[in-house]
Nanobody, 124 residues
């Protein structure tokens, strides 16, 4: 059974930092490119960042480029999203997703498995 569990979300002041974690089953992580998406109230879920399976190439949304960093530790079966210089507009539920291919994608529908999400709230 595929399971993705996000953690690390909380309330933080603007300008602060957070690191989100996504724990995955060993089988899932070692066969999947991984992505982070977010959904703010009243808005559609949007792409944030994604990382490939092996060479660890990454994609970022323009809105987070230079502030967020995605990484993965296959030995720990975990994917991370380091978020710096947080802004109130980063407030959202953040979701981890797994794609059953080695290459990352910005497209929501190309991901096969999703976590339950973790809330990030950035106060001004």
């Amino acid at each position: 059974q595929v399971q993705l569990v996000e953690s690390g979300g909380r309330l933080v002041q603007a300008g602060g930092s957070l690191r989100l974690s996504c724990a995955a089953s060993r089988r899932t992580l070692r066969a999947s490119a991984m992505g982070w998406f977010r959904q703010a109230p009243g808005k559609e879920r949007e792409f944030v960042a994604a990382i490939s399976l092996r060479v660890f190439s990454a994609l970022y949304a323009d809105s987070v480029k230079g502030r967020f960093t995605i990484s993965r530790d296959n030995a720990k079966n975990t994917v991370y999203l380091q978020m710096n210089s947080l802004k109130p507009e980063d407030t959202a539920v953040y979701y981890c997703a797994a794609r059953g291919r080695s290459s990352p994608s910005r497209i929501l529908d190309e991901y096969d498995y999703w976590g339950q999400g973790t809330q990030v709230t950035v106060s001004s």
